[in-house]
């Protein structure tokens, strides 16, 4: 017998059971590392946070108990702050609705995207009878070049990008980037959506003659036109409850986008219970700041909202892995921007982009953290897609800077975020920050934000070589925003002649 053989030869029949044996264990063996492989992915993605992010419309600085406020109470909103992070330096990234929603979707400087100025209604219901204006207004633009403006729809959104990563996402409230339809949210990255394509203020009511009047959207289908505004705080929040309880076993990404407290100010009937008769009676139709008395009781009524928000996330045993984010679309017009200076309309004051922003993550943020380094509302398009585990695109550029670890680490003190641009309307650069210092392009003025919150002392003159340093970076951005920059979407819109609509000069209208 040869060494070489074995010393209990085996038939070819028992090397095919061997090998078949084998085979099978192999088999059984990749099976089970794939059900595993399904389960752990599966654990991973019923573990990736939940978003909730609560935008109030023209809220400023000063108008939140945690940031000041002796006159409005907002514990459901402080209490974000005690049991997560605030934050004392975040901006906007405009002083109005459409710029900022622009950066929020795009993680983009507005002029990047092509969406600088507050978006006009362009959709006219097909019986309206008129009259009615296609309005030009300085901060304010409906049609360019014979086309409605919005969103472009190949920009890839912070809602496509979440889906794309599993989550459902829903949009409740003002959406304010396009009212045509490829412009609304069902077609740029929201599974659902519930509210209003542009500004509450924007209708018939409130501005005789100028606006058609104002549609409710369910998804694609108008529900109602001129919903009772009075309502639609409480409407979205129950809307907001029901999306959270129905999508309790997944991942998603909840827009809770408020029309109030812009004007016209509106709340509830239970809100207006501390008001007098006589208050109550002072309102007049197409007179929106007659209803500015209602400002507190609007933040409260956002209070309230969140306290249900929070008991809905409680009552679906979510709470600890949900980050609740609370902020505003720009400065108040109507409220109090606190130490700062300024008002909604003048990007380049803080009073106009800084905003409050608190934040709630019980498993990730440590309960009662102060951060004081400049974070902006274009950081959360990287940020939430690192959270969801989502792939931001390499192309095209954009200007947001992926804030997971310094929002969650609370050893972290400095923000990866060195620089922030102050651009307002079509590429016009305003102020630039960079750390603590502040450099405003029209006044020639630099500023010191930590010593001096408020921009009353001019340091230019004591710090000539920062100030220069501080204009050539606003410059070279600037540049960089021209030249790098895509347009917005463009649809043209005719008259019932066959020509392109043009706009026209609406007079009597000093703000929306
Ligand atoms: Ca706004």
Redesign the pocket.
Known sequence: MSLLSPAFPMKDHDMNRTLKTRSRHIVLTLVLIMVWAGIAMAADRNHRPSVVFILA??MGYGDLACYGSDTIRTPHIDSLAAQGLKLTDFYMAGA??TP?RAALMTGCYAQRVGLAKVLLPTAFPKDWPGPFLWPELNHGISIVDGCAIGINPKEITLGELLQAAGYRTGLIGKWHLGDLPDFMPNRNGFDSFFGLPT?NVVNPVDHPGLFPPLPLYRNEEIIEWMPEQDNLTRRYTEEAVTFIHENRERPFFLLLSHSMP?RSIHVSDRFKERFSEEQLNSIKPGKPSSRDFLYPAAIEELDWSTGEVLNALDECGIAANTLVVFTS??GPIVGSSGPLRGR?GQTHLEGGVRVPCVMRWPERIDSGRVKKGIVTVMDFYPTLAAMAGAEVPPTPVRDGINMLSYLTDSEETDSPRQAFYYVHNEQHMGAVRRGVWKYAVGSEALYNLEEDIGESRNLADVFPARTVELKRQAVEFLSDLQQNSRPCGMIPVMTDDGTPRKMLPAAGVDSL
């Open positions: 419309d023209d109005s609705c900022s500004s812009h679309d720009n909604k």
